[in-house]
């Protein structure tokens, strides 16, 4: 078993060996051209990305956006990620379609012994979001974490344990504190109530038309 096998299979690895350090240094170089582009460079953004991630990609990115490979990253159709996401993908993460992530968050998908005398040495663990999620602002996920469809993260949450779908979770741990459900469809903040036609308004004023 080689170092890049065993950083998939959950053993204990170094990185300085067998191109790890290139493969690292060249993604840096693209990081660093991502997010020195100009507001307005918007096909140079999405050529960069495609040369990150290692093939065509349906996301909007607010730079700064930090990654260690970006090889390692899967990111599904129409994501939308905020100013100033770290995504340490040594091990995989798996992002499903339609996630949106607030600014500032953390994926980990790396560990280290915690005695002192092995804590040089790191594990991987991949993490997963699936579809329809929503990850609140400077949220941290811990390697191996799976977030489940259509679940939402509360802003500032540890997550440090799989979140089943459909869930509201929150806090440090994050601890799933409701389901999402019906009253949701109907209120979109406290008591503020959706209605047909301030939605429809939302759409005319932006220039489209509803999805629903």
Same mark, same amino acid.
């Given at each position: 078993m080689n170092m890049r096998e065993r950083i998939a299979n959950g053993k204990l690895f170094l990185d300085d060996c067998e191109g790890l350090p290139e493969e690292r240094l060249q993604a840096k170089k693209r990081m660093m051209q991502f997010n020195q582009t100009m507001p307005d460079e918007i096909e140079k953004r999405f050529q960069l990305l495609d040369?990150?991630?290692?093939?065509?990609? $349906?996301?909007? @990115?607010?730079?700064?956006?930090?990654?260690?490979?970006?090889?390692?990253?899967?990111?599904?159709?129409?994501?939308?990620?905020?100013?100033?996401?770290s995504f340490i993908d040594d091990a995989k993460i798996k992002i499903g379609n339609k996630v949106a992530f607030g600014p500032g968050v953390t994926i980990a998908t790396v560990g280290h012994p915690i005695h002192p005398d092995y804590r040089r040495l790191m594990y991987g663990n991949p993490v997963v979001i699936e579809d329809n999620c929503w990850i609140g602002a400077n949220t941290t996920i811990c390697p191996g974490v799976t977030i489940?469809? $259509?679940?939402? @993260?509360?802003?500032?949450?540890?997550?440090?344990?799989?979140?089943p779908r459909n869930s509201v979770a929150v806090g440090n741990p994050c601890k799933v504190i409701r389901e999402i459900s019906e009253n949701d469809r109907q209120f979109y903040y406290k008591s503020n109530a959706f209605t047909e036609e301030d939605i429809a308004e939302v759409y005319r004023l932006n220039g489209n038309v509803s999805d629903k």
């Open positions: 040369e990150i991630f290692g093939k065509k990609v $349906n996301a909007w @990115i607010e730079p700064p956006f930090y990654f260690c490979y970006g090889s390692n990253i899967e990111l599904g159709e129409e994501c939308y990620l905020n100013m100033g996401c489940g469809q $259509n679940s939402v @993260i509360g802003a500032g949450s540890i997550v440090t344990k799989d979140i």
